[in-house]
């Protein structure tokens, strides 16, 4: 069996956290991660036969049966993975249809997983419907994009078109926009629903007034594409209150549509 403190999926892990902390979206225990991985991947790190605990998730999700996954643990710190990441992070196996989380390695505090498990768990299973490819589902409290709900309507279509505007690569980083979820209470099974309903349209779906979850095909992925949106969003609050004197336009967005050979969301575009 390989060391576990190795892997490189945990190395990336903990340098995905350690840089979060660092952008100041995971204040104390905020923010959540988890990474999917294969079964082989897996099996040469830990045992797979060996189930250390079984903890009962409160959420049933059968297409992820099977499945593995690195995530981090409720109430710890981003800023302390780097330290302990053999209690601050757990790699689980999903069985009896996702109702329970058996830990293979982490948590070694005696802890559990992320408080956002049915969020992240159904929105993988709403992501790999549209992208087969899809590994990682990543949550924190971007200050900007925080501020944002504050300020700018939340209808999906107006809230993306103002990111859009707000650097020329944006809409190039997220052409599928950016959905919104009103404030609901979180860390339930409600707003996980929620959250994969409206996964299956868009990679980025703000929380209004607490952040936003980004899904990709590698943590760089989700995390750069966190990365765009929050830019977006520090801009606009630079300049909202101020005299607009240029902007851009629909008719340049649809030349950067053409440049960059992507397809905007459909109707987003006037
Ligand atoms: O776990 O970010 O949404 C801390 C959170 C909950
Ligand atoms: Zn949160």
Redesign the pocket.
């Known amino acids: 069996m390989k060391d576990m403190l190795k892997a490189p999926f945990l190395t990336e892990m903990i340098r995905t956290q350690t840089n979060m902390y660092a952008h100041g979206w995971d204040e104390r225990?905020?923010?959540?991660i988890s990474l999917l991985l294969d079964e082989k991947e897996a099996a040469e790190y830990v045992n797979v036969n060996k189930v250390i605990r079984a903890i009962p998730t409160g959420f049933s999700q059968p297409e992820l049966n099977g499945k593995y996954f690195l995530v981090t643990g409720?109430g710890k710190y981003f800023k302390n993975a780097q330290y302990t990441p053999e209690t601050d992070l757990g790699l689980i196996r999903l069985a009896d249809g996702g109702q329970t989380a058996e830990l293979l390695w982490g948590f070694e505090d005696g802890g559990r997983f992320?408080?956002?498990l049915p969020a992240h768990m159904m929105s993988h299973a709403a992501r790999l419907k549209v992208c087969p490819e899809n590994r990682v589902v990543l949550?924190?409290?971007p200050t900007n994009i925080l501020a944002m709900t504050f300020v700018h309507t939340l209808d999906e279509r107006e809230f993306t078109r103002t990111l859009w505007r707000m650097c020329t690569e944006c809409i190039m980083v997220f052409p599928d926009g950016v959905n919104v979820l009103p404030w609901m209470l979180?860390?339930t099974n409600e707003i996980g629903a929620a959250t994969a309903e409206k996964m299956k349209t868009a990679r980025i779906v703000v929380w209004a007034q607490?952040?936003i979850y980004g899904a990709g095909r590698d943590l760089d992925e989700a995390f750069g594409l966190i990365e765009t949106v929050e830019k977006a969003a520090e801009v606009y609050l630079k300049i909202a209150h101020l005299p607009r004197l240029n902007t851009l336009t629909d008719e340049q967005l649809k030349i950067m549509e053409k440049g960059y050979g992507v397809k905007a969301r459909e109707g987003y575009l006037d």
Request: contains cysteine; aromatic residues 0%.
């Open positions: 225990n905020g923010g959540n409720t992320t408080s956002e949550h924190c409290h979180c860390g607490h952040g």
